[in-house]
């Protein structure tokens, strides 16, 4: 990256893309770009990273059906306790 470029680029800005805009039906779309070039320059996870985010994202799961089935079972004792008695 040139260093005019960079310098036009916000404060934090690294230049790298996150999501390709490249959308077909946009002014500024190339149809001459391939897009599997750019997957290739992506980092790979390690097995450890891997296995970090996929726990996570079960830790995440298991604490939202907590969540929801300490309300339902709040909903049963209420119900059973005070609404029907």
Do not use: H
């Amino acid at each position: 990256m040139a260093r005019r470029e960079k310098a036009r680029l916000p404060e934090g800005d690294d230049g790298k893309t996150i999501v390709n805009m490249d959308v077909e039906g946009m002014p500024w779309y190339l149809r001459r770009r391939n897009p599997s070039t750019d997957v290739e320059g992506r980092d790979k996870l390690s097995p450890q990273e891997l296995r970090a985010y996929k726990w996570a994202a079960v830790k995440a799961g298991l604490a939202v059906a907590l969540i929801f089935a300490a309300v339902f079972g709040l909903f049963i004792a209420f119900c059973d306790f005070v609404w029907f008695k």
